[in-house]
């Protein structure tokens, strides 16, 4: 028997109304960056540029938080590929999917001590919803295929946050609360990422690790947290125009 608590501050409305609004904020980013991406992959693409779709998951944890172990996130969103020389190419991308956090953590306390009696003993997870903007410059020994190397920036938009926490009775009965946290951390986890990519003629397989600078600690925190995130994506072009060879 698995018995389900949710805390959560700031949420109102009936059950129904709720569960219609996750759904449908949930969808419509997904079906903007498949439609945008289709209407102007084709159209944009040049032999200088191309763009397509971003597909992968996050190996997340939280250095910093006691008991940190890694979890896993989707990642998901549009890329943009900028060939400006031979060897170097500039690289973005817009994810609107890019969840950060960790798993197996030391309960942090709610304040409320009718919760926090209850979740003593137990583990938290924390998970954490962003949206990430990475500008990588790479470097290309080929300018159309083949491995390239990368480094940049990381803005990370923290849009929600919670601490999902599992336990159990004296009874043995296991449990879960909630406890949203989305106006108790920072707003923005910036910061340096390292890219790996091998290119293919309409796909790329890349894995980048980002190494957070920003304090994303909980407001109270004693300790400076700080995001560690390893990405594996697939990038898939949705139009490109190779270079042309040039006249003899």
Known sequence: MVMTTILRRGVCGSPAIVLVALLVTAASPLQAQVLIGYLFGEKLASPTFNMGFEVG?????????????RTTKTVFGLFADWRFSEHFHLTSAFLPFAGRGADGLEPVPTGDPAIDNQTQ??????????????V????????????????????????????????????????????DIGGQVPGLDFGLSVDLEYRLSFLSIAARY??????????????????????????????????????K
């Open 210 to 247: 980002t190494h957070g600078l920003s304090d994303i600690s909980q407001s109270g925190s004693s300790g400076a947290v700080h995001s560690r995130t390893l990405t594996g994506t697939g990038r898939i072009y949705l139009g490109k125009k190779k270079s042309q060879a040039p006249p």
């Open 136 to 179: 990588l410059l790479k470097w290309a020994p080929k300018r159309e295929t083949g491995f390239r190397v990368g480094a940049g920036p990381s803005f990370g938009i923290i849009t929600g946050a919670n601490d999902r926490y599992e336990s159990k009775t004296a009874a043995g009965t296991s449990y879960v609360v909630e406890n």
């Open 121 to 134: 003993g137990g583990t938290m997870n924390r998970s954490l919803h962003l949206i990430e903007f990475p």
């Open 57 to 69: 998951v996050n190996f997340a944890t939280l250095d910093g938080m006691d008991g940190a172990e």
